[in-house]
């Protein structure tokens, strides 16, 4: 994707909950030499912690909710054609985007998440990965698909488990990868 010199890309983040990746973008977004600038910030659960933290730094929110996901979905793009985004971040966002939304974004969707894909995708990764004995976990930043946790990987960081790992601690330890990867990955496709 070009970007003029200097002007940053219009940039939605989708959470469904606790918003520490969102955080750390946001944080990024600030720097200089970040491509990207967040203009709103989505989430289809309006208790996610991280749509309070964005009111607090002035970021436009967005709450939408529905039983249909494509009725949701048809309201949602009206709204970031509106706001001219042009690159949207899932971060914790708990939904699949169905192959229509995608096609109106090609290619500008991007996903964090906490398995060295293609292995665990889906939910509850640490645990999966701690009952399986793993010796390697970690992370990944990839394009989105209309398939979980499937499109093409922009980056991995992968870590060794500790002998003491339980979900919480080694879930600690993958997130602090996943802030620096996020970032990394950004940079790598659209600096
Ligand atoms: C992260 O582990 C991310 O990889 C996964 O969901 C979690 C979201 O955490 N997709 P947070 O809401 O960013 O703190």
Do not use: W
Not at 70 to 90: M, P, Y
């Amino acid at each position: 994707m070009k970007r003029y010199p200097g002007k940053k890309i219009s940039t939605a983040v989708f959470i469904s909950g606790r918003g520490s990746n969102l955080k750390n973008l946001l944080k990024f977004s600030k720097k200089k030499n970040s491509p990207i600038k967040i203009e709103l910030v989505f989430s289809n659960n309006k208790n996610a912690v991280g749509l309070n933290y964005a009111k607090l730094n002035k970021i436009n929110t967005l709450f939408l909710s529905s039983k249909k996901f494509d009725v949701l979905e048809k309201k949602l793009l009206k709204v970031l054609q509106k706001k001219n985004i042009k690159f949207i971040c899932l971060a914790g966002f708990m939904k699949v985007l169905t192959t229509n939304f995608i096609t109106n974004f090609k290619g500008k969707i991007i996903n964090i998440h906490p398995s060295l894909l293609p292995k665990y995708k889906g939910l509850n990764t640490h645990q999966r990965v701690l009952e399986n004995n793993e010796i390697y976990t970690g992370c990944t930043v990839h394009f989105v698909s209309a398939k979980l946790d499937s499109g093409k990987i922009i980056l991995q960081k992968k870590i060794r488990i500790l002998k003491n790992d339980n979900i919480r601690r080694l879930s600690n330890r993958v997130l602090l990868e996943e802030h620096k990867l996020y970032p990394k990955a950004i940079m790598k496709i659209l600096a």
